[in-house]
């Protein structure tokens, strides 16, 4: 509950009595009121002026013979006079003792820009320390902070008619200078030419918007440079920036989204890039992380490769650890993915359709360039995709024959890719593939390297030309029992025995118990050949009278052994 309060203010005259019939003047500041009057009104919107001097009756100022309050705005001066125009008091400037003046002053004293120093803020928490306003907002900086409230409007009507790089880069220098970590773009379309930012010292820069389709970066005017173009210099190791729910839409391919130059630590979560020639050009990064990613519609969607260290033409600094995933990568004209001079790639979860273009193998979904690496050895893991409808070649390897390179692809599907080119991987030093389905008519896995393992997959081709290769429970057009391993397992429904496949091709060999009469068939291309079963084991033989290419249990030593068609004999 408030006081009561008396509504009108009470003139007195020098006798401390109500003062009647006196004459009050207001005027400009520290001048007489007489000679330089300033403006009243009778009314708080200063429609009707009150004439001067006006007249008081038991003290208060009257109007038409009613108490009555004027008003003004801003500082005055004040004359009172009594009944016989004797001065009873004179007021230089009304800021030195005007309440109402003090408040209307200290409200807009807030709206300046150290008002937020003047106002407290305490979370509710037993453990929390207040903090004035200015502190707190400090944290992150909204890039509305550097605009015109013209440029705020233009943004938030997805206008996209002002440019306005010089306040976003105004905002990102203010960011880096001081250390402030992120910068908050509201929702809204945001026109920009390129903002550039080099790291020479170590420092956080984060870019966070409202949503990945809410906050909005589109390229101004027709230029070529990327949107986004952040460097670090080659002694800085330690730069981090994190980019994050927004989208860049270029302008018919003609620049980059975002353009990383040895940003050691770059992360990206929940951005959508299209349009753009590199929807993001990553150079020598060693840490690279995107998340979440949408990068549709360019002519590549992700571009990495090193970047020349220094001055030195010889000298690179190689990307190190470059990992995407639960992204989708679709409709990019020359590649989804290239990667090159990569120590180390890392895909997982991501949808990767259209890519490529039709009829021109040179374009495509996903192509990893090794050669040349820095110290010779790197990893590339695909695990989790879905490869669908891409042109050129789904997934091609190119590895230089010196580097030591680990290939790895799990549960991973190709669908009705163009003309079958489902995955090319060439010199690959070790290559991995479970869980892989290929299964269209006419999909091609090939393999050119030292040594592969094809496990659990279903593939229509494969051409395995590797050194050394195994292969177990894998299906192909030619084999739809499955090579090596397991392929039909023991069914006590129907009471199918248990079936063991060995090699590959040419040189398969089927091992199948016969349920009637106990032997073990041993099926290769040249005919059915058959073990004699004595209780549960093979008959043993001596040694000279066992066949080649065949097991048998030696007479000598009751120990089962393989004689292969040299004559060579190993204990099995």
Known sequence: MLPVEQPFKIYTNLDGKPLDNGYVYFGQPNQNPQTAPITVYWDAAGTIPAAQPLRTQNGYIMRAGTPANVYLDGAYSMLILDSRRRQVSFARNSAEFSLAGA????????????????????????????????????????????????????????????????????????????NIGTIYFPPGKYPITTIKRNWNAVRSVNVMGAGKRATVFVKYGAGTDPLFDWSANDNILETYSNFESFTIIGTGKAHHGIRA????????????IGGCDRAIDNQGSLVW?????????????????????GNDDTQFIYPNAITLRDSTVCFNTTYGIYAEYANGMRLRDCDIEANGTSNNQSTGAVIFSQTNIEAGVGSVSIDGCWFE????????????????????????????????????????????????????????ISVFGSHSTIINSTISTINDTSTRSTWVNVVTSADPVGEGGFSNGLNV??????????????????????????????????????????????????????????????????????????????VL
């Open 103 to 178: 408040v209307k002053s200290f409200i807009a004293s807030l709206a300046a820009a150290a008002g937020a120093a003047l106002i407290g803020f305490s979370l509710n928490a037993s453990a929390a320390v207040p903090d004035t306003l200015d502190n707190i907002l400090s944290e992150t900086v909204s890039v509305f902070r550097f605009m015109t409230a013209a440029q705020k409007a233009d943004v938030r009507t997805a206008g996209g008619r002002i440019d306005l790089t010089a306040a976003v880069q105004a905002a990102f220098d203010y960011a880096y200078d001081n």
């Open 261 to 272: 130059t040895k940003c050691a630590r770059f992360n990206m979560r929940d951005v959508y």
């Open 289 to 309: 992380y995107g998340q979440g990613l949408s990068l549709q519609g360019n002519n590549y969607g992700l571009y990495t490769t090193r970047a020349a260290n």
């Open 389 to 444: 409808r891409n042109y050129g070649w789904a997934l091609t390897m190119d590895i230089n024959t010196n580097s030591i390179t680990s290939v790895s692809v799990k549960d991973t599907q190709f669908i009705a890719t163009e003309a079958g080119r489902a995955a090319r991987i060439l010199t690959a030093r070790s290559c991995l593939l479970e869980g892989v389905m290929a299964v269209s008519p006419t999909d091609t």
């Open 493 to 570: 429904s129907n009471g199918k025995p248990l079936t063991l496949s060995w090699g590959r091709g040419a040189g398969k060999a089927t091992f199948t118990p016969d349920t009637n009469s106990g032997h073990l068939d041993y099926a290769t291309q040249s005919g059915l050949h058959r073990f004699k079963n004595q209780i549960g084991f093979f008959e043993p033989v001596p040694l000279a009278n066992a066949r080649a290419q065949a097991m048998f249990v030696d007479a000598a030593d009751n120990k089962l052994k393989f004689k292969d068609i040299n004559g060579v004999v190993t």
